[in-house]
């Protein structure tokens, strides 16, 4: 079992629809980051998150600790929100680790 | 994120040559992460330096593979005598401390093919 398990791998959308994806870890962490890579392309790192809910305009991440579990949510979701979106946890100082992705397609 | 230069974007090398992937922290970033993605699977660590020190090599393969960080210019991962299983995309990161509580900073990526 990964330590970092993302949910759904794959998701298809319309556009306009609210899109949830999910992450789950097993470890200690000291923060959970939030990517987006997409295809071919570099990575972009949209949140970082210790505790609590942050927001950036469309996009909105919340954690809970204690549950190890935390969630990227897209408003108003658009075709070029389209990409991979990648959660990763700070195991100690040293390094990363993690999830498989999530491949979003929007369809307009 | 532009400020983490990677180059070149995308190599092809013979299997046997070389393959050397260059990253050039953002201003003021003293720590630099490798992480290779192979197609198809996600992203792993493969090692942790700072300026003239290797911190956590840990995820390297033993054999072909190593890396540097001079006090002056880029990181520079370096595979010896490349093979196809090394086709992959090598992501660089940087911090200005280590990851704890730090936001990370992602160059393009080197797109590696053997052929």
Request: hydrophobic share 30%.
């Given at each position: 079992k990964n330590e970092v398990e993302q949910s759904p791998q794959n998701l298809t959308a319309q556009e306009g629809e609210f899109i949830t994806i999910n992450c789950s870890y097993s470890v200690g962490i000291s923060a959970l980051h939030w990517l987006q890579q997409h295809p071919g392309g570099g990575i972009v790192s949209l949140f970082m998150l210790s505790s609590g809910k942050k927001k950036h305009g469309r996009l909105i991440a919340t954690i809970n600790i204690q549950e190890k579990h935390s969630s990227l949510h897209i408003t108003?979701?658009?075709?070029?929100?389209s990409a991979v979106y990648i959660c990763a946890v700070n195991q100690g100082a040293q390094k990363l680790v993690f999830g498989q992705g999530t491949r979003l397609t929007i369809n307009p | 994120n532009a400020g983490v230069m990677q180059n070149p974007r995308h190599l092809v090398r013979r299997r046997g040559q070389e393959a050397r992937l260059r990253c050039s922290p953002m201003k003021g970033h003293s720590h630099v992460y490798w992480y290779r993605q192979l197609p198809e699977e996600g992203l792993k660590f493969m090692v942790y330096l700072q300026k003239e020190n290797?911190?956590?090599?840990?995820?390297?393969?033993?054999?072909r593979f190593s890396a540097e960080f001079p006090k002056e210019g880029p990181s520079i991962l370096r595979i010896q005598q490349?093979?196809?299983?090394?086709?992959a995309a090598y992501f660089c990161a940087s911090s200005?401390?280590?990851?704890?509580?730090t936001e990370a900073f992602f160059g393009q990526g080197t797109r590696l093919t053997v052929v």
């Open positions: 108003a979701s658009h075709p070029r929100d | 290797i911190i956590d090599e840990s995820g390297m393969p033993k054999e490349v093979v196809r299983g090394d086709s200005e401390q280590a990851f704890l509580n």
